[in-house]
């Protein structure tokens, strides 16, 4: 039996072609439009949430504890979802120097609009993140508010049910026509930051049929770290569904991190400006930029690639200065 899962995004969501993408990327890309999964919320991560705060709801949990970087998505979108739902989202969210910053921009200005408690850590602690947090919960389990502890970037095999089903709502789309007809992709590519996206995509790519070549650009951690955490999370994955699956042929690149997590390299950047000029798609500075400016550069390439777009708006929108200076 399936876990159970909630109804909160907008899907199915569609798929965007541009000629000026195909000759800037130099291959057939298909973009699926993550970005639009809903409104504030969007992103990859509200698919992975279904489940998860399914799970949430069925323990009775009354708060939800989740952490990530200071403009994690992840943490924005569960933050945002848990209002919805009527849960109270407790943040740990890791800064340079473990203070808050000064100034509220972007996702950080969203967690605090819909009152999300923020609990700020240094990079030392959040390596600790998931100790830390199950002593968070145990802590308002005793003060009588009982918490679900969601892990980083919604990455368990429960999250990665999420994309297992994304990639067969891709498979419905090719059936209905919806890229040009039903053949697959050559390759699925996205940006990998956790890995229970990649996890999710490998396996539903494969089940579905959607494409032979997955394609994880990390942007953080590096190639060894991500090749053993995605097989963790399919591992756990397929325990939840009791199934052996077919997967897709996963393969992690790690060489367009850029100069550190969430900064990109002055090409990237000027690649971001010169894509959102010439096709109107806007793409983040700390996973699509990096990732399909990793396709861009990938050689040999795939020649007919499903791109997902996994969001990261108000990540760009924290960048003002970095893009400012390029226009
Ligand atoms: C915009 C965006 N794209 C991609 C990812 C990567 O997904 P995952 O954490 O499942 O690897 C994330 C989160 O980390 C994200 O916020």
Not at 12 to 29: C, K, M, N, Q, S
Not at 67 to 73: I, L
């Given at each position: 039996?399936?876990?159970d899962k909630l109804k909160l995004a ?28 809903g409104?504030?919320e969007?992103?990859?991560?509200i698919?992975?949430l279904e489940y998860l705060l399914a799970a949430a709801v069925n323990t009775q949990a009354r708060a939800v504890?989740t ?10 979108a569960t933050a945002i979802l848990a209002r919805r739902l009527g849960l109270r989202p ?24 819909v009152g999300a ?30 918490a679900y502890?969601i ?177």
């Open positions: 039996m399936r876990p907008h899907l199915p969501t569609p798929l965007f072609r541009h000629d000026a993408l195909d000759h800037i990327v130099g291959a057939e890309v298909w973009v699926k439009r993550d970005d639009m999964t409104g504030p969007a992103g990859n991560k698919r992975k504890i952490c990530g970087g200071v403009q994690s998505n992840h943490a924005r407790v943040l740990l969210l890791r800064t340079a120097d473990g203070a808050a910053p000064a100034h509220r921009v972007g996702n950080l200005l969203l967690d605090a609009l408690e923020l609990r700020f850590i240094t990079p030392a602690q959040y390596q600790l993140r998931d100790a830390l947090m199950q002593q968070l919960a145990a802590e308002l389990a005793a003060t009588g508010e009982p502890v892990p980083e970037g919604g990455s368990n095999g429960l999250g990665a049910l999420g994309y297992i089903d994304a990639m067969a709502e891709v498979r419905a789309q090719l059936d209905a026509g919806d890229a040009g007809g039903p053949a697959a992709f050559d390759a699925v590519i996205h940006a990998c930051g956790s890995g229970g996206t990649a996890a999710g995509v490998c396996l539903g790519a494969g089940l579905h049929g959607v494409a032979e070549y997955a394609i994880a650009i990390a942007v953080c951690d590096d190639r060894a770290y991500f090749e053993r955490r995605i097989e963790q999370i399919v591992a756990e994955a397929m325990q939840l569904l009791q199934t052996s699956l077919p997967h897709a042929r996963a393969s992690v690149l790690d060489q367009w991190k850029g100069p550190a997590y969430a900064v990109p390299s002055e090409d990237q950047a000027r690649f971001i400006a010169r894509i959102a000029r010439e096709t109107g798609l806007l793409l983040d500075p700390a996973y699509t930029g990096k990732a399909m400016f990793g396709l861009a550069q990938l050689s040999p390439k795939p020649k007919r690639v499903l791109f997902l777009h996994t969001g990261g708006l108000p990540g760009l929108l924290a960048d003002s200065d970095r893009f400012e200076n390029l226009l």
